[in-house]
């Protein structure tokens, strides 16, 4: 049995948290001792750990639900857990294209090299008139 201290180190997910996936319904109400000290076990070091590894993959907490139901659930398919898994893949690919997007429209504002005064300056005017980038919002 470990008390949420041990556990946080254990796992790398800070106290608050815990005790906010606790509330969210993500790991159960640990067991308290005599003295009102919360108790967890192992079970809760790997949900916990499960948790923290899908957060770091980018899963909401709607997501990280879904998964938790299936992995309590062995003999549903596996394709359930795909799907989620498959929506966050596209997701990440969403954001890498809105981030190659801003990558060439700052290469473009930055690429003038001007050495001018900043009423002169294409980087202030660009963010001044949409226009000039391309017109994307």
């Known amino acids: 049995m470990y008390t949420i201290g041990e556990l946080s ?29 919360r108790r967890y076990g192992a079970a809760d070091a790997q949900r916990l750990s499960f948790i923290r590894h899908a957060r770091e993959l980018g899963f909401d907490l709607t997501a990280i639900r879904q998964l938790i139901e299936l992995s309590a659930h062995p003999e549903k398919p596996c394709a359930d857990a795909d799907a989620v ?32 005064t900043a009423g002169d300056c294409y980087v202030l ?12 919002h």
């Open 9 to 37: 180190r254990r796992t790398g997910v800070k106290v608050p948290t815990i005790r906010w996936y606790e509330q969210a319904g993500l790991i159960e109400e640990p067991g308290r001792t005599a003295g009102n000290q």
């Open 85 to 116: 898994a498959a929506s966050r893949l596209g997701e990440v690919r969403d954001r890498i294209a809105r981030l190659r997007r801003l990558e060439t429209e700052l290469e473009r504002m930055t690429g003038s090299h001007a050495h001018g």
């Open 125 to 136: 005017r660009s963010l001044a008139d949409h226009d000039l980038c391309g017109g994307e």
